[in-house]
C-alpha cells in the first residue's frame, strides 16, 4: 500500500520551527513596543491631568479667601435668624404681660406655683371642669417643652432648665391627681351614670386629650363581668373573683405620656445656634464635634442612659437640652486656635465627665433584662392607657328627702389583684381590649408594655396572649395583674430613607420630600414655617387631622413623631441601623449651603453617595425657577471645603471622581453652583429670606438626609 502523506525530513521540522519561533519573537518585540508607547501615552495623559489639577488647584487656592468672604456675608442670614428669633421670645413674653388674661407665664415660677396651689385648694372634682383645666396645664406644659427644645443655650441657664423640668413634671403629677380625685367623685354618685340593662354604674367622657371610660360592678354578677364602652371600644373580662367583688374598673386613655422619663418627652434637635460673627466660627465647630462624637459611638454597643441622664427627677437635665450649634468653620485655624475652641466647646456632659461614662456602663450591665424597653430603639405611640381596678367607696344613700354618703379620708385606693395574701397561687389573668387610636400610624404591630414605677421603666412581662385586629384596630390581650400600658414602636422604621428630594415651589417656599419604606411625606417650607402637606401610605392620604397645619419646624417634629411617622434620626440611631456614615465637617457645611441656596436650586438622592466614602457627600443638583417637576440633574461632590461638579451621572455603570469637562473646583458650594447658574438664580439666593433658610437647614439637620439614606 502507497501512503497518502509524506513524511515531512527532519530539516523541513527544524526550518518551520525556527520560523514559528520568529514570528513569536517579533510578535513579543510588537506587543512589547506597543505595551511602552501606551504606557509612554498613559504618563502622558496622567501628566498632563495631574497639571491640570494642580492648575485648578491652585486657581481655587487663589481665590479661596475671597469666596470664603463672599459665602461668610451670606451666612449673616443665620445670624439674623437666630437674632430674629430671640426678638420674638422675648416679645411674646411681653405680650403675655400685657394681655393679663389670668393665665400664668409657666417661665416665671412664682406665677406657676401660685397656679398649682389654687388648683389644689379647689375642691371642684367634676370631671368635665377637670379635663377643661387640664387643657390649659398641657398648654403650659407644652410652651415649657418647647422653651427647652428651641432656646439656645446662650439664652437659658441651667438654673432655668431644671427649673422648667421641674414645674414640667409638677404639672404633670397634679394633673393626674385632678384625674383621680375626678374619679372617686364619679364612684360616689354611680347612680347618675347607672345601666338601666345591667344595673352597674358605666360612663365614657371624653375630649381630645383624654378619654376617660369608668364601670362600677355594683350588681355583683358573674355573667356581667365583661364589658365594652360603646362610646370607646375599650373593655375587659375579669375574673370571676372580681366580679363578685365591690370593686370599679376604670381606662383612661390620655393621649400624650406623661409616664415616660422626661428625656423621652423633650428630646432636642441638631438647630443652628450662632450668637454673633464673632462666634459663628465656633459654633460650627461645636456641631460637627457633636457629629464626630456621635460618629465614634456608633462602633460602641447600644447604651442606655443612667438615671441622672433620664432626668426623671429633673436634675441633672441640662445636657439633654444642650444643643451644639453650627456655621461654617474656616479650615485655615491655627492649632492653638482649635485648642483654645476646644476648651470651652458645648460638648455634652456624657463625653466630659469619665465618671458618669462609667455609670453609664453600669446601667448597660444591670439593664441586660430582655424584658426591659429599650427605650433609645422603641418610642410609646398614641399615648398611655391607664388600666385600674378601684375599691367602690361608700355610696350614696337616699333617705326621705337627704342624700347622704359615708366620707371616707383614704382618697381613691386601688383594689388589690392578685390579692396580697396569696401572690404564688395562680391567679386567672385580666383580659383587656384596647381600640387603637385613629390618630396615630402603627406601621407594624406594636410592642405592648406596662410601666414599672419602681424601676421607672418599661416592660414587656405580665403580658401575654397579644391578639391584633388590623382590620378592627384594636388589640387584645391578658395581664396577670392590672397595669399602665403603652404601645410602643421601633423609632427607626422609616429610615434609612429610599430617597429624598428638596425644591423651591416659589418666593420662599420650598418642599421636602422623603420616601421611606413605608410612606412618603411632603413638607411644606414658607417663610419661617413648614407644614405637613401629605403622609401617603399605600397610594391614601393619611393623617388628615396634622396635614394643612402651619408649624415650626420643632413643633412639626413633635406632630410627627406623635403620629408615629418618625423621619428625624436621634443621637443613638445609628446603633440600630445601617448607616451610611458621613464626616459631620462634610455633611452640617452640606446642609448651610444647600439652605442658602435652596430658593433657586432643587437638591435630591444620588446613588453615589453610598460609593464616594465617608468624607464627601454626593447628591444631584439642578437650578429651579419655574412651578414644574425637576429634569436636569446634575451630580455635585463636596467634603466641606472642595466642591466639584462630576462626570458621571445617575446611570453610570461605576463610580468616579472624574471632573465633569471643562469645570473647576470651589472652596464652597455656592461658588461651584455660580459657575453654571443664571443671574436670576443668583439673584434669588442672594434676596431669600433668612427666616426661610433657617428653616431648610433644620430640617435638613433634624432629618440628616445625607446620612440616613
Request: net charge negative; hydrophobic share 35%.
Amino acid at each position: 500500500k502507497s501512503s497518502g502523506k509524506k513524511k515531512v525530513s527532519k530539516a523541513e521540522q527544524l526550518r518551520l520551527q525556527k520560523e514559528e519561533e520568529e514570528r513569536r519573537l517579533k510578535e513579543e518585540e510588537e506587543a512589547q513596543f506597543q505595551a511602552q508607547q501606551e504606557e509612554a501615552a498613559r504618563l502622558e495623559k496622567e501628566r498632563i491631568e495631574q497639571e491640570q489639577m494642580e492648575k485648578l488647584e491652585a486657581k481655587d487656592q487663589e481665590r479661596r479667601e475671597s469666596e470664603l468672604a463672599e459665602l461668610h456675608s451670606l451666612e449673616q442670614k443665620f445670624l439674623s435668624a437666630q437674632q430674629w428669633k430671640k426678638d420674638y421670645r422675648a416679645y411674646a413674653k411681653w405680650e403675655h404681660y400685657l394681655s393679663c388674661d389670668g393665665s400664668p407665664d409657666p417661665t416665671v415660677l412664682q406665677e406657676i406655683n401660685t397656679f398649682m396651689s389654687l388648683w389644689r385648694e379647689d375642691q371642684n372634682e367634676d370631671i368635665q371642669l377637670v379635663m377643661e383645666k387640664g387643657e390649659q396645664v398641657l398648654n403650659l406644659i407644652e410652651k415649657l417643652q418647647y422653651l427647652l427644645l428651641d432656646t439656645p443655650p446662650s439664652e437659658i441657664t441651667e438654673k432655668e432648665t431644671v427649673q422648667y423640668q421641674e414645674s414640667i413634671q409638677e404639672l404633670q403629677n397634679l394633673l393626674h391627681q385632678k384625674y383621680n380625685g375626678a374619679t372617686e367623685h364619679l364612684l360616689k354618685t354611680t347612680n347618675m351614670y347607672e345601666d338601666p340593662e345591667t344595673g352597674n354604674m358605666q360612663a365614657v367622657i371624653k375630649d381630645k386629650n383624654v378619654t376617660f371610660c369608668i364601670w362600677a360592678n355594683l350588681k355583683k354578677k358573674v355573667r356581667l363581668k365583661n364589658h365594652v364602652f360603646c362610646g370607646a371600644q375599650h373593655g375587659f373580662d375579669l375574673p370571676k373573683s372580681l366580679a363578685m367583688s365591690s370593686v370599679a374598673v376604670r381606662i383612661l386613655h390620655t393621649h400624650y405620656d406623661h409616664v415616660s422619663p422626661l428625656w423621652l418627652q423633650c428630646q432636642s434637635v441638631p438647630k443652628l445656634e450662632v450668637l454673633n460673627s464673632e462666634e459663628l466660627t465656633q459654633h460650627s465647630k461645636d456641631n460637627v464635634e457633636e457629629l464626630e462624637e456621635e460618629e465614634k459611638k456608633a462602633g460602641e454597643e447600644p447604651s442606655v442612659p443612667t438615671e441622672e441622664e433620664l432626668c426623671y427627677d429633673g436634675r441633672k437635665s441640662a445636657i439633654s437640652f444642650k444643643e451644639n450649634s453650627n456655621s461654617i468653620a474656616d479650615r485655615n485655624e491655627t492649632e492653638e486656635e482649635t485648642e483654645k475652641k476646644s476648651e470651652i466647646l458645648d460638648v455634652p456632659s456624657q463625653v466630659q465627665d469619665p465618671l458618669m461614662q462609667e455609670e453609664t456602663n453600669e446601667k448597660e450591665e444591670a439593664t441586660a433584662d430582655e424584658n426591659i424597653v429599650d427605650l433609645q430603639q422603641f418610642v410609646p405611640v398614641g399615648g398611655v392607657y391607664h388600666i385600674d381596678a378601684l375599691q367602690l367607696p361608700p355610696q350614696v344613700k337616699q333617705i326621705k328627702d337627704w342624700s347622704v354618703v359615708e366620707l371616707l379620708d383614704v382618697g381613691l385606693e386601688a383594689y388589690p389583684y392578685p390579692p396580697e395574701e396569696a401572690e404564688d397561687a395562680m391567679h386567672p389573668p385580666i383580659q383587656i381590649t384596647l381600640r387603637l387610636s385613629d390618630d396615630v400610624i402603627y406601621f407594624e404591630d406594636p410592642v405592648i408594655a406596662r410601666w414599672d414605677p419602681a424601676g421607672q421603666q418599661w416592660r414587656t412581662d405580665g403580658i401575654s396572649n397579644i391578639t391584633y385586629e388590623t382590620q378592627e384596630k384594636s388589640v387584645t390581650f391578658e395581664m396577670s395583674a392590672f397595669y399602665t400600658i403603652a404601645l410602643l414602636q421601633d423609632a427607626h422604621l422609616n429610615v434609612p430613607y429610599q430617597a429624598w428630594e428638596l425644591q423651591p415651589t416659589g418666593v420662599d417656599e420650598a418642599l421636602l420630600m422623603v420616601t421611606t419604606v413605608f410612606a412618603t411625606i411632603h413638607v411644606q417650607i414658607k417663610g419661617d414655617q413648614c407644614m405637613l402637606s401629605s403622609v401617603v401610605v399605600e397610594e391614601k392620604d393619611v393623617l388628615s387631622h396634622i396635614t394643612g397645619k402651619w408649624l415650626s419646624p420643632v413643633d412639626l417634629r413633635a406632630v410627627l413623631k406623635k403620629a408615629g411617622v418618625n423621619i428625624f434620626p436621634g443621637e443613638y440611631s445609628h446603633k440600630y441601623v445601617s448607616v451610611n456614615k458621613k464626616a459631620p465637617l462634610a455633611e452640617v457645611r452640606a446642609y448651610q449651603q444647600m439652605a442658602l441656596v435652596a430658593s433657586a436650586f432643587a437638591f435630591a438622592w444620588s446613588k453615589w453617595n453610598l460609593e464616594a466614602g465617608q468624607e464627601q457627600v454626593v447628591f444631584k443638583v439642578s437650578e429651579h425657577l419655574e412651578a414644574d417637576s425637576v429634569k436636569d440633574w446634575s451630580l455635585y461632590m463636596f467634603n466641606g471645603q472642595k466642591a466639584q461638579k462630576l462626570k458621571i451621572t445617575e446611570t453610570s455603570e461605576a463610580f468616579s471622581e472624574e471632573l465633569e469637562e471643562d469645570s473647576e473646583f470651589h472652596s464652597t458650594l455656592y461658588h461651584m453652583l455660580k459657575d453654571i447658574a443664571s443671574k436670576e438664580a443668583i439673584d434669588k439666593v442672594q434676596t431669600a429670606s433668612f427666616l426661610f433658610i433657617d428653616v431648610v437647614y433644620q430640617l435638613l439637620l433634624a432629618t440628616r438626609v445625607l446620612t440616613y439614606s
